[in-house]
């Protein structure tokens, strides 16, 4: 009996341990940049990502209980794969609560223009075009995609592109 009171632990440890770092995963995956988003993908993400600092709290310390309890019955090797689902349960936990997408992408501080008659763009390029106080500016949407915001001043206005 005591045996199987070990192995359905260890069942709840893997479930809870899965569960917890799919709140940092899925958000993760889905919102990967240069790579189509459906919009219901989007939005479960954005959903997950809002509730995934509590839920891996939770996750987190019922991994943590199930852990101490079966620590007593464990083998050298279950305690190490035990304790390394723990270690990547605490890092998926730590890491729904950064906002990961500022290390990748870094906003522009001072931009730099060409008059038009001078850009290489092509014809059919998509820009985010700014006309403000008679001050216009052209931000390339292939620029902005990997910035995704650009401080500027526009006519006199600070203002923040974003794409």
Same mark, same amino acid.
């Given at each position: 009996?005591?045996?199987?009171?070990?192995?359905?632990?260890?069942?709840?440890?893997?479930?809870?341990?899965?569960?917890?770092? $799919?709140?940092?995963?899925?958000?993760?995956?889905?919102?990967?940049?240069?790579?189509?988003?459906?919009?219901? =993908?989007?939005?479960?993400?954005?959903?997950?990502?809002?509730?995934?600092?509590?839920?891996? $709290?939770? =996750?987190? $310390?019922? +991994?943590?209980?199930?852990?101490?309890?079966?620590?007593?019955?464990?083998?050298?090797?279950? &305690?190490?794969?035990?304790?390394?689902?723990?270690?990547?349960?605490?890092? +998926?936990?730590?890491?729904?609560?950064? %906002?990961?997408?500022?290390?990748?992408?870094?906003?522009?501080?001072?931009? &730099?223009?060409?008059?038009?008659?001078?850009?290489?763009? #092509?014809? =059919?390029?998509?820009?985010?075009?700014? %006309?403000? %106080? =008679?001050?216009?500016? $052209?931000?390339?949407?292939?620029?902005?995609?990997?910035?995704?915001?650009? %401080? #500027?001043?526009?006519?006199?206005?600070?203002?923040?592109?974003?794409?």
């Amino acid at each position: 009996m005591v045996e199987h009171k070990s192995v359905s632990l260890w069942i709840w440890f893997a479930i809870f341990a899965i569960l917890t770092c $799919a709140l940092f995963l899925i958000p993760a995956f889905v919102i990967r940049p240069f790579r189509y988003q459906s919009p219901g =993908g989007l939005m479960l993400a954005l959903r997950i990502k809002q509730w995934a600092p509590l839920g891996t $709290a939770v =996750g987190f $310390a019922i +991994c943590a209980v199930l852990f101490l309890v079966l620590w007593p019955r464990m083998r050298r090797w279950t &305690g190490i794969v035990l304790g390394t689902g723990l270690l990547l349960i605490a890092l +998926c936990s730590a890491m729904t609560r950064v %906002n990961y997408f500022e290390w990748m992408f870094h906003p522009v501080q001072r931009p &730099g223009f060409e008059p038009s008659s001078q850009t290489k763009l #092509d014809s =059919g390029e998509m820009v985010l075009a700014l %006309n403000f %106080n =008679g001050d216009a500016r $052209a931000y390339p949407v292939r620029e902005m995609a990997y910035h995704h915001i650009v %401080n #500027d001043v526009v006519g006199g206005v600070p203002v923040a592109v974003t794409y």
